[in-house]
């Protein structure tokens, strides 16, 4: 379990940083390709909440389990209904 969250906070972590850079240097407003790897990301963060909340509900953490769960139900179905809208 633990490896897998590394592993999707590693993957969070490189989509963030690359996001973070090519809108920081190479943004124009008649280029709109440069948003395409913002619901990947958005994706693995949800996901990344959906296994801490099985970690914490493995270490009878209840309250923190079901935060967890409601927050990656919610940022996966908005990379899902923002897909369309980057690609």
Known sequence: MKKLIFILRLIVLTLAIYNLIVLTFFYDNTNTDMFKSMPFMIFFLGLFYLVTGFSELQLKRKRNAY???????????????SYPVYN
Do not use: A, E, K, T
């Open 67 to 81: 935060m967890c769960f409601i927050v990656s139900v919610i940022i996966i179905f908005v990379s899902i209904y």
